[in-house]
């Protein structure tokens, strides 16, 4: 019955690599993100989805392209990981695109080494 | 332990204690603000939110205090325990004319340690 689930928990993986984080909401919201949090656990949003409609994109790098493919799921692909990329990612969901009450994921942790 | 090299701001107080976590935010056009809790390996869980047309708000030991004139947030805990030690984020949304989508700045957070 989890409300928002990520996979994998852990990535660890080289320079250069691509790799995707999934993420799943069961709470039947509409507006899904995903967020950064760095080392310094500095939370800082890089997109939202409102039934698979992009709406916010916070000047991120095009290595990374988030894909909704229905409102319930938001995926994370990264092409050519780099160092910098290395931090906690976390996934959330909101009622609607108004909705500043929002559930979080357990967060994948992201290694590059 | 995980605060060494974060360099957040931290509390500490003995079980049973209140502890007042503050913030304060940077932006006047912010009409609603949360209070979220992330312990050690999970994500941020909601505890308690305010709009900025009020002052105070009351959960289950958990009080929320604005101050739109300073821009300064608080959170009141009431007889903290030890299963409240985690990090503490206050976060703002502003709504810019229907325009922000639920877009929350959050604070920079503060660590509090409970000890038994």
């Known amino acids: 019955d989890t409300a928002v689930s990520q996979t994998p928990k852990y990535l660890v993986t080289q320079m250069g690599n691509d790799k995707s984080i999934k993420c799943e909401q069961n709470l039947g919201h509409d507006t899904m993100y995903w967020y950064k949090q760095d080392s310094k656990k500095f939370l800082k949003i890089m997109f939202s989805?409102?039934?698979?409609?992009?709406?916010i994109n916070e000047t991120v790098p095009n290595r990374f392209s988030p894909k909704s493919p229905d409102k319930a799921h938001l995926n994370l692909h990264i092409n050519s990981l780099e160092l910098g990329d290395s931090a906690v990612y976390f996934c959330?969901?909101?009622?609607?695109?108004?909705?500043?009450?929002?559930?979080f994921g357990p967060g994948t942790r992201l290694t590059v080494t | 332990g995980e605060s060494v090299g974060l360099h957040l701001p931290t509390l500490s107080v003995q079980e049973g204690d209140n502890s007042i976590i503050n913030c304060a935010y940077s932006n006047s056009a912010s009409d609603y603000f949360i209070w979220y809790k992330q312990e050690s390996g999970k994500g941020p869980q909601f505890i308690i939110d305010?709009?900025?047309?009020?002052d105070k708000r009351q959960g289950q030991r958990v009080t929320v205090l604005l101050n739109k004139t300073v821009k300064h947030l608080s959170l009141q805990i009431a007889a903290t325990q030890p299963g409240d030690s985690a990090v503490y984020f206050c976060?703002?949304?502003?709504?810019?004319?229907?325009?922000?989508?639920?877009?929350?700045?959050f604070g920079q957070g503060t660590i509090l340690t409970v000890h038994p």
């Open positions: 989805y409102n039934n698979k409609e992009l709406i």
């Open positions: 976060a703002e949304n502003v709504d810019a004319g229907g325009t922000s989508y639920g877009k929350l700045t």
């Open positions: 305010i709009r900025s047309n009020m």
């Open positions: 959330a969901s909101s009622q609607d695109v108004t909705g500043p009450e929002q559930y």
